[in-house]
């Protein structure tokens, strides 16, 4: 049954095959970006893959990540191992390393004017303690003068939701909201055509016992808690690590402040990073599958799994 979409600015409308519910497309008169709506709610509950045929339009997410690649890139398939969804959390290594250059440049530079006045003094007898003064003040001034310019030139590394490798139709975006958190760290995530969904943040207190993760929505009402699924097993891998994957890191994710168990984020026991998100527990679909896949990637990316 065809999809009627209709451009929000020229308002032309659109009859599409089933196949483009849920995505974006460009319109051919004004070139606006259009969000194809989803089929009806019976339409979607009655279809072969449970409410839709859009790419989160199911339960269960399998996420491989691509080896070999400088960049953190995944792939998320279906339950037939058909390709629906590319992720991307670019390095930028080219940036990084030079913002690091330009820190040393800077540090090197605060550290000769520090002990400048020394080698001025250098043979006056009674001046001496100027050169202990300006090494003693030198390096410190130095590093925090390295420190501060890489954190001022190394970008954010924000995170990048495609259609598929092409990278031609994004559709969601989770953005590193602060370069340095001590306590706190927080990721915004937007659809490129309605706004921001939501908000994740993660306390780094909480994960020194057991790590975990909190989603809210645009209003700040919670909307469901990603942590760690055993507080014991949690215990054991601060202590002895990863154990050569036999202690892998699994997620539950709960409704908030309850235990209720809505959605898990395994990690499968294979030499590379795969993952099965599945959120069959979600019956009622609270979560939106957007905010989870979001989610499940920067459980990864976000505690170096």
Same mark, same amino acid.
């Given at each position: ?13 659109? &009859? $599409?095959?089933?196949?483009?519910? @849920? ?8 070139? +606006? ?6 089929? +009806? ?11 839709? +045929?859009?790419? =989160? ?27 629906? $969804? ?5 390095? &930028? ?6 913002? /690091? ?5 800077? @540090? ?13 003094? @250098?043979? &006056? ?16 001034? +130095? ?5 501060? /310019?890489?954190?001022? $030139? ?5 995170? =990048? ?63 469901? /808690? ?17 154990? =050569? @994957? ?14 209720? /168990? ?9 030499? =590379? ?5 599945? $959120?069959?527990?979600?019956?009622? &679909? ?20």
């Amino acid at each position: 049954m065809p999809v009627v979409a209709t451009c929000n600015v020229c308002r032309r409308e659109y &009859h $599409l095959k089933d196949d483009f519910a @849920g995505r974006k497309v460009k319109c051919q008169d004004c070139g +606006s970006v259009i969000l194809v709506p989803m089929t +009806s709610l019976d339409e979607a509950w009655n279809s072969p893959e449970g409410y839709g +045929s859009g790419p =989160f339009d199911r339960d269960r997410f399998l996420v491989n990540q691509k080896r070999i690649s400088i960049s953190e890139k995944y792939y998320i398939m279906d339950e037939d191992q058909t390709p629906i $969804l590319f992720v991307e959390r670019p390095a &930028h290594l080219l940036k990084g390393l030079l913002a /690091v250059f330009a820190g040393i440049v800077v @540090g090197g530079i605060c550290f000769t004017l520090s002990v400048l006045p020394a080698a001025q003094f @250098g043979n &006056h007898p009674d001046l001496d303690w100027l050169g202990v003064l300006g090494i003693l003040l030198g390096f410190p001034l +130095s590093i925090a003068a390295i420190l501060t /310019v890489v954190i001022y $030139l190394m970008p954010k590394r924000h995170i =990048f939701i495609y259609t598929d490798d092409t990278k031609t139709d994004l559709l969601l975006e989770v953005l590193q909201d602060q370069k340095v958190s001590f306590i706190r760290a927080t990721y915004s995530v937007l659809d490129p055509v309605e706004g921001p969904l939501g908000k994740f943040q993660k306390n780094y207190l909480y994960n020194l016992i057991r790590k975990r993760w909190d989603a809210f929505s645009t209003d700040g009402t919670p909307l469901l /808690v990603a942590r760690e699924d055993s507080l014991i097993l949690s215990l054991l891998r601060r202590l002895l690590g990863p154990l =050569f @994957g036999f202690l892998r890191t699994n997620y539950i994710f709960l409704r908030p402040n309850t235990d209720t /168990v809505i959605g898990e984020f395994n990690r499968k026991f294979t030499l =590379f990073d795969r993952y099965v998100l599945d $959120l069959t527990a979600d019956r009622a &679909h609270e979560i939106d599958r957007r905010i989870a896949v979001a989610l499940g990637i920067l459980l990864d990316t976000g505690e170096r799994r």
